[in-house]
């Protein structure tokens, strides 16, 4: 794995944070610090985001990157939406994402 790929999900990982700290703030929001905390972490992690997905396609063709990250992100934060916000999932969802996968695929063959 190349450094570039490294940047690449490293940046999937900070946006899906990024998600994951404003849920947690819409879930607090009547606790207006730390609904502002939790809003602040997850901006800073969405501008660390930025770095390393730009910093990725130094070295990845955008028309890759995009898709990879995009994919990646619905992925990961519907898995943290599962696993720790405990919303359902469907078989449709199921569907959805293995449908994204496919296509990501598709899109870096």
Same mark, same amino acid.
């Given at each position: 794995?190349?450094?570039?790929?490294?940047?690449?999900?490293? +940046?999937?990982?900070?946006?899906?944070?990024?998600?994951?700290?404003?849920?947690?703030?819409?879930?607090?929001?009547?606790?207006?610090?730390?609904?502002?905390?939790?809003?602040?972490?997850?901006?800073?992690?969405?501008?660390?985001?930025?770095?390393?997905?730009?910093?990725?396609?130094?070295?990845?063709?955008?028309?890759?990157?995009?898709?990879?990250?995009? +994919?990646?992100?619905?992925?990961?934060?519907?898995?943290?939406?599962?696993?720790?916000?405990?919303?359902?999932?469907? +078989?449709?969802?199921?569907?959805?994402?293995?449908?994204?996968?496919?296509?990501?695929?598709?899109?870096?063959?």
């Amino acid at each position: 794995m190349n450094r570039y790929t490294f940047f690449l999900i490293f +940046a999937v990982l900070l946006n899906a944070g990024s998600n994951v700290f404003y849920k947690y703030s819409s879930l607090n929001s009547h606790q207006k610090l730390l609904s502002l905390v939790l809003i602040t972490l997850g901006l800073l992690l969405g501008g660390v985001n930025a770095v390393f997905y730009t910093r990725s396609l130094k070295g990845i063709s955008l028309n890759i990157a995009y898709p990879i990250f995009s +994919a990646g992100s619905i992925i990961l934060v519907t898995l943290v939406s599962i696993l720790i916000f405990r919303e359902s999932v469907t +078989a449709l969802k199921i569907v959805g994402i293995s449908i994204i996968c496919l296509g990501v695929v598709l899109v870096s063959v």
